[in-house]
């Protein structure tokens, strides 16, 4: 489901726990699973460019933005997949 934009044409994502992120910010959705993905947010925390989105529950999927701020969330990454498949396809129909 998205969440519509304050603005025109700004589309955003639901990433739970009332928070949402602009689809066109995002360049990638990963797994934190990985050594490099847990090293990204360690890196990203210390630079000051880490948002936590997990409202304190466990992170799920890591958000890579183009402002190479690294956002980070408790919704899986197969979800914000899926959240993001459905905002696509709503901006096809419309």
Not at 41 to 66: P, W, Y
Not at 84 to 92: F, H, I, K, M, R
Request: a neutral charge.
């Amino acid at each position: 489901m998205a969440v519509k934009g304050l603005a025109k044409n700004v589309k955003f994502i639901s990433l739970g726990g009332g928070n949402a992120v602009s689809v066109s910010r995002i360049v990638a959705v990963i797994t934190p699973d990985s050594a490099p993905a847990k090293r990204l947010i360690q890196e990203s925390r210390s630079k000051g460019l880490l948002v936590d989105a997990t409202s304190g529950k466990k992170t799920r999927s890591i958000f890579i933005m183009d402002s190479d701020h690294v956002l980070i969330s408790a919704v899986s990454a197969e979800t914000a997949l899926l959240r993001l498949e459905e905002n696509d396809d709503e901006a096809s129909e419309g």
